[in-house]
């Protein structure tokens, strides 16, 4: 049976039990521990519940997931490594959060580039995808769902609206990588990159001026709290991919190999769905909490794109030779 905890001594104690409780099983059930940062409002971790269940459900009871949201089992810097190692057997990462190590995943990321919904619905099962899946395995993870997260993101601030170029000039601003970052260092900001939950305590501490997330988010994490202005445009795409442990993967039966396949593509057409009404109705979910929506126009996209662009092809070709312009190439193949 799935279960979404956040692990504390109870949770341990409570699970002590209930294996104490049930001395045989009519079969042998395969333990999956998956981790990930979100809370559990976010709609992207009511995705992953649902893949949850549906893996239980098509592998016919071989598999228990169990589901550790809000970094509750590790952090969100070492669900990648802790899955690698097999200290855990899956987690779910941004595909940002890959950076240097495997600087292909920031693909989505090029500036108001890949945001058609037409690529991100036929991303999950595309030529390019599967490319980044063999890579991925090259780093000690099986990926087994790709679930779109945003294609809207929002850039919030206090005091004043980023709307401008001139606005970012000095502005200490969250940022995601050093290939995403580029483009921030462009417009004259100093991002400092950190995952999603950190970053509201670094709003209301000062340790940054200005936030960088999708806008779901900025209502899931309530950066209405700490911030009063919002800008939301097309600047990239972002998905939680999850992946598994090759070793732990390659003891599952045929059945459950098949479920995680099933699952995943399930997934995948679930946070499409998710995401758009999420996006759809988060501007208005902050003007009721107070915060100044701007939506950005096509000539400040423009604008932006003018600055940014550049700067982030340079880094991500230095950062991926051969391996990147490959992948430019798949992702172009997947438009109709």
Known sequence: MKHTFTLTAGTLAAGLLAALAVPGTAHAVTEMRCSHQLPPQHHIAQVIDRWA???????????????????SLVGARENIPSVAKGNIDCAFSVNFQWGKTLPTMNVTLKPYAVTDLYTLSAWSGSEAAAYLDKQLLTKGVRNVAWLFTTRMST??????????????????????????????????????????SKVYEALSTGVIDAGLTDVSAAVSRKYYEVQDHANIMPLFSVFFHGYVNPAWYDGLSDRSKAALRDAGANAAQWAIEATEK????????????????????????????????????AAFAKATGKDGETLLELVDKIGP
């Open 278 to 313: 999420s996006a759809e109705s988060a501007p208005d979910e902050l003007r009721a909490k107070g915060m100044d929506v701007h939506i950005q126009t096509a000539e400040e996209q423009a604008e932006w794109s003018a600055i940014m662009t550049p700067a982030f092809d």
């Open 155 to 196: 850039i919030t601030s206090k005091g004043h609206p980023m709307i401008t170029p001139a606005d970012f000039k000095g502005v200490k601003i969250r940022g995601l990588n050093p290939i995403v970052d580029a483009g921030l260092v462009a417009m004259g900001a100093a991002p400092s990159a950190m995952s999603g």
């Open 53 to 71: 269940a549906e893996i239980e459900t098509l592998s016919e009871g071989e598999i228990d997931v169990q589901v550790f949201g809000a970094n």
